[in-house]
């Protein structure tokens, strides 16, 4: 059986910019194990959680206070928006978060309130989304089946294909033209792993495994392979 993490270091290698497993058991950096030593940096989080079954652990966030700042000189070089994926799996702590108004972060890259590029839950209740740039968030209804249970997103943009998608373990569930590149770098206060900024805002409320960063859209088959952990 392949660990989940060796699936991720071993999809597209040339092409990952970032990852961080999230399975840190102490401390406050979130090491980035692709090569590139994008680290994050832990607040407010705790750690040493149950994980998505693949026996590591990760971090649960408060619904408040916690994030992880991923910002980088690294990753601010290394990522565009051009052509790019982002992968993580989410779970809400509860099913009140689950079915509440409130918008909560799971993975966010910005340059500002109006140009980004982000993956977490909408006002809507039971209802995640993906938005790139101004586009605004475009968005997929995903119901629980049962109970809170952890959740694979994929999150895929290509300028050349012309093309931005979203895949819920890793079923193509919304595909839209490409809106085109934005002009700016990502901001030190705006690159996030359970919260849009280092406010922090929108924070997440549950649990946050496996997110990592591709300078390339990946295929439907990737997207799918990665949505299970076995």
Request: net charge negative; aromatic share 12%; proline share 4%.
């Amino acid at each position: 059986m392949t660990q989940y993490h060796c699936k991720c270091l071993t999809t597209e290698t040339d092409d990952l910019i970032a990852y961080w497993p999230l399975w840190e058991a102490s401390g406050d950096a979130a090491e980035d194990i692709s090569g590139h030593n994008s680290h994050g940096l832990y607040t407010a989080v705790t750690l040493g959680q149950p994980g998505i079954g693949d026996g590591k652990t990760c971090p649960s966030f408060d619904g408040a206070n916690s994030f992880v700042n991923i910002y980088s000189d690294e990753l601010e070089r290394n990522f565009d928006p051009a052509e790019f994926t982002f992968l993580i799996w989410l779970k809400v702590a509860n099913e009140a978060v689950w079915s509440d108004a409130t918008q909560r972060m799971a993975m966010s890259l910005r340059v500002d309130s109006s140009t980004y590029a982000r993956i977490g839950k909408s006002t809507t209740a039971a209802n995640l989304f993906g938005a790139l740039f101004s586009t605004g968030a475009q968005s997929i209804n995903t119901t629980l089946n049962s109970g809170v249970q952890f959740i694979p997103m994929v999150m895929t943009a290509s300028a050349s294909g012309n093309f931005f998608r979203l895949y819920r373990r890793g079923i193509l569930r919304l595909s839209i033209a490409h809106p085109g590149a934005w002009v700016g770098a990502i901001s030190p206060t705006g690159c996030c792993i359970g919260a849009t900024t280092t406010t922090p805002a929108s924070p997440w409320s549950g649990s946050l495994a496996h997110a990592a960063i591709w300078s390339k859209a990946l295929s439907d088959a990737h997207a799918a392979y990665l949505s299970r952990y076995w």
